[in-house]
């Protein structure tokens, strides 16, 4: 599962109704090291337009569902995130990245985002691309429903959604198998704007 013009094209994608991230989905399972990669955040879209990677799959540009598209494991586009993995400390097997569409998340995305850039003149939206581990049962809902902060409830750097810059740090520790074996993780499209050091059980950053 993931995202990614380049690597959006071959990500997964859905979009949080909290924070108007668009994230991706991997599917991944163990046993088995190798070479390094550089993730680069593709660049933004005009507000309102589709990602390109969208576009180059038979989708339905007018539907309000959310659609999934299966991206060729042997594609140039996601072979730096599959190289992501095999710099894990232990090999990972990437048996599946899909692409998820969520028109009504994307557009929520964007007019969030345009807010951020206005409203802070420092940071802007200072939107990346981040990693998100989840066990089985909440990737099904974060598909849908999107990242909800309240969901969280260990709120060890304060309450909300929880991304991480290095996918080490949530794989394997936040993706819990599910019964097939299998675990899962986001790649997202994230808007940071201002940020600070959060602090236990904080409802809202100080």
Known sequence: MGISSDLEAKWPVSKNKQTFAERPIRRFSPP???PTATLTPPPANPPGAFPASWLQHQIDPNSKQVQFVRIDMASPHIQPILL???HLPHR???VAVDLVIN????AL???KRDVM???NPTHGANET???HGSAPDSAERILFEGFVRDHNQAAQFGRGVYFARDLAYSVPRYTPPG???LRSVFYSRVCVGEYTKGTQNAIVPV
């Open 117 to 119: 850039e206005r409203f």
């Open 84 to 86: 992501e993995f095999s």
């Open 92 to 94: 990972w097997q990437v």
């Open 129 to 131: 691309w981040l990693w």
């Open 32 to 34: 088995s090291a190798a």
């Open 109 to 111: 995305f964007h007019n």
């Open 179 to 181: 019964p097939d074996g």
């Open 103 to 106: 028109p009504m998340q994307w």
